[in-house]
């Protein structure tokens, strides 16, 4: 098979969640312990960090592992989705799996596909693991997909969970209460596994510390322990951010330089310290000069896309794949700190999201583009501007992002500033 028939087949035979949602979520891991049986379970191969989280575990697993890359580990990458390459999902040290590794994967295990049928997550997870074992990593940083409990990634044994935080998100489908979606995300605490929680939240805190005492596992909650402080609050700096860095009130890092622009990433810093921290105490050994160079060089050693990520400087053009509604809280709140004579905000979302929590956050000042991703749970551009009208939102429907994004560059002077988001496949089509 050539490699674009290996993608169609990933594509369209099988169910893909970030593509048709609920209807491609598995409420078992079965699948992907037959898939990782027949493979050996190449995951049982190398020392896995496990990362979950509402929002914020893409930022919070590239920074980790660009750090580990950084102090010598063979480090492996595991997120999702991709934003302009399938490939994006899988990496060593920054490399893309190749392409004939893709298509081997597929051709070599075809028969079993057609007799498991998984979903194209249960295949894409043992296609990850299989390539981790057969480059030898030391160590694989693993994103889950959705949740936590039923994720495809949970049949992992890590050396340390992380759960960056718990907002409203796939509530069709983890719960609609906080607490449910906890109890879900809860789902990775491992047995005598340390597990790094990032933003302590009152009312579901408990769920975390009963089920880690279950396990026999050491929990920390990273900022009642950490605490990170920008340098400036200089938005027009465009090269990245300073902070300062503390341990129960003590300085212990000095001017981090990262080169991530979002506002939001100062949170999620805070637990990447506290992994740091943790990785050093079971025999993961990163340095000073590891952790400053690796988190400098997040974005050359990991390739992270689409996080605060500028694409033109006249007019100021920004991309951010928040996507739901503390997502897009954190948006809003950082389009309001930049001076701009006029917004241009492109703007697409998925049908399956709490979409009014998101329009109610966005800046009604601002002329919008509403577009539609090129995927089945993208909701109809005229929806979507109907929807926003409710909430004092004006603009015009454009039958594709690629219209939408050309309309607001020929609208926009030099003084102005454009901005695509509303979710991942929004930017991907820009990028």
């Known amino acids: 098979m050539h490699y674009h028939q290996t993608l169609d087949f990933l594509y369209s035979q099988l169910p893909m969640f970030h593509r048709v949602g609920a209807a491609a979520y598995?409420?078992?891991?079965?699948?992907?312990?037959?898939?990782?049986?027949?493979?050996?379970?190449?995951?049982?191969?190398?020392?896995?960090?496990?990362?979950?989280?509402?929002?914020?575990?893409?930022?919070?697993?590239?920074?980790?592992?660009?750090?580990?890359?950084?102090?010598?580990?063979?480090?492996?990458?595991?997120?999702?989705?991709?934003?302009?390459?399938?490939?994006?999902?899988?990496?060593?040290?920054?490399?893309?799996?190749?392409?004939?590794?893709?298509?081997?994967?597929?051709?070599?295990?075809?028969?079993?596909?057609?007799?498991?049928?998984p979903s194209f997550f249960e295949m894409t997870v043992g296609l990850a693991f299989q390539h981790f074992k057969n480059e030898s990593v030391d160590v694989a940083v693993i994103e889950?997909?959705?949740?936590?409990?039923?994720?495809?990634?949970?049949?992992?044994?890590?050396?340390?969970?992380?759960?960056?935080?718990?907002?409203?998100?796939?509530?069709?489908?983890?719960?609609?209460?906080?607490?449910?979606?906890?109890?879900?995300?809860?789902?990775?605490?491992?047995?005598?596994?340390?597990?790094?929680?990032?933003?302590?939240?009152?009312?579901?805190?408990?769920?975390?510390?009963?089920?880690?005492?279950?396990?026999?596992?050491?929990?920390?909650?990273?900022?009642?322990?950490?605490?990170?402080?920008?340098?400036?609050?200089?938005?027009?700096?465009?090269?990245?951010?300073?902070?300062?860095?503390?341990?129960?009130?003590?300085?212990?890092?000095?001017?981090?330089?990262?080169?991530?622009?979002?506002?939001?990433?100062?949170?999620?810093?805070?637990?990447?310290?506290?992994?740091?921290?943790?990785?050093?105490?079971?025999?993961?050994?990163?340095?000073?000069?590891?952790?400053?160079?690796?988190?400098?060089?997040?974005v050359k050693n990991t390739r992270l896309m689409g996080r605060w990520q500028v694409l033109k400087m006249k007019p100021i053009t920004i991309c951010d794949v928040g996507h739901n509604e503390d997502g897009i809280r954190e948006v809003a709140k950082q389009l309001n700190s930049y001076s701009f004579k006029k917004l241009h905000f492109v703007l697409g979302v998925v049908s399956d999201k709490d979409v009014s929590g998101i329009l109610k956050h966005l800046p009604k000042s601002a002329t919008y583009y509403f577009c539609k991703a090129t995927i089945p749970r993208g909701l109809n551009a005229e929806m979507l501007k109907a929807k926003a009208n409710q909430f004092g939102l004006k603009g015009i429907a454009f039958q594709s992002v690629k219209e939408a994004y050309e309309k607001a560059i020929q609208h926009a002077s030099d003084d102005d500033m454009i901005f695509i988001g509303g979710s991942f496949f929004t930017v991907a089509e820009v990028l």
């Open 26 to 117: 598995k409420a078992d891991l079965k699948n992907t312990i037959t898939i990782c049986n027949l493979l050996g379970n190449p995951q049982q191969q190398f020392k896995t960090i496990h990362v979950a989280g509402t929002n914020g575990k893409g930022s919070v697993s590239h920074m980790l592992a660009s750090v580990l890359q950084q102090a010598g580990y063979k480090t492996g990458l595991y997120t999702s989705p991709h934003l302009k390459d399938f490939r994006e999902r899988i990496k060593v040290n920054g490399k893309m799996i190749l392409k004939k590794d893709v298509c081997l994967f597929v051709e070599n295990n075809m028969e079993n596909f057609k007799k498991i049928k």
């Open 144 to 298: 889950t997909g959705l949740g936590g409990r039923l994720d495809s990634t949970n049949i992992i044994h890590p050396i340390l969970s992380v759960i960056t935080n718990i907002g409203f998100d796939h509530m069709n489908l983890l719960g609609d209460t906080l607490e449910k979606i906890a109890t879900e995300k809860a789902g990775i605490i491992k047995t005598k596994t340390p597990v790094i929680f990032g933003e302590t939240q009152k009312s579901i805190k408990p769920i975390f510390i009963d089920k880690a005492k279950q396990l026999n596992s050491n929990i920390f909650f990273a900022d009642e322990n950490y605490l990170v402080k920008k340098v400036t609050n200089n938005n027009s700096e465009l090269s990245g951010q300073l902070f300062n860095v503390y341990l129960n009130k003590k300085l212990i890092f000095k001017k981090i330089h990262l080169p991530l622009l979002g506002n939001y990433q100062r949170k999620n810093l805070t637990t990447v310290f506290n992994s740091i921290d943790v990785l050093n105490t079971i025999g993961v050994k990163t340095n000073e000069k590891n952790v400053r160079k690796g988190l400098t060089n997040t």
